[in-house]
């Protein structure tokens, strides 16, 4: 049965076998950009969704609290992931690979490009 969380979110029980990814990028070394070896993934089991009323979002609720910041990616039955307000991967390393390019751009922002910036498609390991 649904539950209101407060005006614009209801809480729904999810049905077994819903799982959500957790990708995050780790502290590289200092001075270094983020690299593939840097990012992290972790599978939960989702408990409940926290629909969005205003945009039909389905975000998942987990069993412990997701690490800040990281991205929250739910499993597609055929093993897609689908982040919960952007894009759709065909695999995880697609997934990983989108979350590094994201961190590398912020680093770049940050330190300026050091002789490694990112292709046109996308992440440099």
Not at 38 to 49: E, G, K, L, N
């Amino acid at each position: 049965m649904p539950t209101v969380d407060d005006e614009e979110t209801t809480i729904v029980p999810a049905a077994a076998g819903f799982t959500a990814v957790v990708i995050w990028v780790g502290q590289p070394p200092p001075g270094k950009r983020p690299a593939e070896a840097d990012v992290y993934s972790q599978a939960y089991p989702v408990c409940a969704w926290r629909i969005h009323r205003a945009n039909g979002w389905a975000e998942p609720i987990l069993p412990e609290p997701v690490l800040y910041p990281s991205i929250v990616m739910n499993q597609l039955l055929d093993g897609k992931l689908l982040e919960v307000n952007g894009g759709t991967y065909d695999s995880l390393n697609e997934a990983r690979l989108r979350v590094l390019y994201s961190a590398q751009l912020d680093w770049d922002k940050a330190n300026g490009p050091k002789g490694n910036a990112p292709s046109a498609k996308g992440a440099v390991a």
